[in-house]
């Protein structure tokens, strides 16, 4: 994922979580904002220090930009989309957090149907 594609600023945060509406798994928790001038969706990752030490935090946020990534083609363009992790998904591996972004994104109408 691009680094123009990423949200960084605690005010941009601040707005999403404000205006926005969220949805929740087991492993993670939504937040996303129709933002209609946007090309592209941006997306802002939150990993506690409650998850684990930084080597597990910075492992997680990989698994989930890699799965953004992989789902670039099918995500709808004018959002912007915060993730934030819970403890169960310091047990996952890359495929049970992809399907469970997969699953976010489905049931907030934020992916494309094929």
Do not use: W
Not at 39 to 66: D, F, T
Not at 81 to 93: E, L
């Amino acid at each position: 994922m691009k680094k123009a594609f990423r949200i960084k600023k605690n005010s941009e945060f601040q707005k999403v979580f404000k205006n926005g509406a969220s949805f929740a798994n087991r492993q993670l928790v939504i937040y996303y904002l129709n933002k209609r001038d946007q090309a592209h969706y941006r997306v802002g990752l939150s990993v506690s220090k409650k998850i684990g030490n930084a080597v597990v935090r910075n492992q997680i946020k990989r698994y989930l930009r890699q799965a953004f990534l992989e789902l670039n083609e099918e995500i709808h363009a004018s959002y912007d989309i915060i993730i934030i992790a819970r403890q169960p998904v310091r047990d996952c591996d890359f495929h049970d957090v992809k399907k469970s972004v997969q699953h976010l994104l489905y049931k907030t109408g934020l992916l494309m149907k094929k």
